[in-house]
């Protein structure tokens, strides 16, 4: 959904790249977290799930 409400604003102001097809990628980005127990990377997964 997010594409379909940015994408034409975005395309208006940014003509040179209207020749793409989406902003949008359907990938993931995995790294590591450093020195971060499980639990407090479980608890941030799950905030993000209750922010809209």
């Not at 959904?1 to 990938?27: D, G, I, V, Y």
């Not at 995995?30 to 799930?49: F, H, M």
Request: aromatic residues 14%; charged residues 20%; positive net charge.
């Amino acid at each position: 959904m997010k594409e379909a409400s940015s994408f034409p604003c975005f395309k208006q102001e940014f003509k040179h790249l209207q020749h793409l097809p989406s902003l949008w990628a359907r990938s993931f980005f995995c790294s590591t977290a450093g020195n971060v127990s499980s639990e407090t990377i479980t608890r941030y997964i799950a905030e993000q799930k209750t922010r809209g």
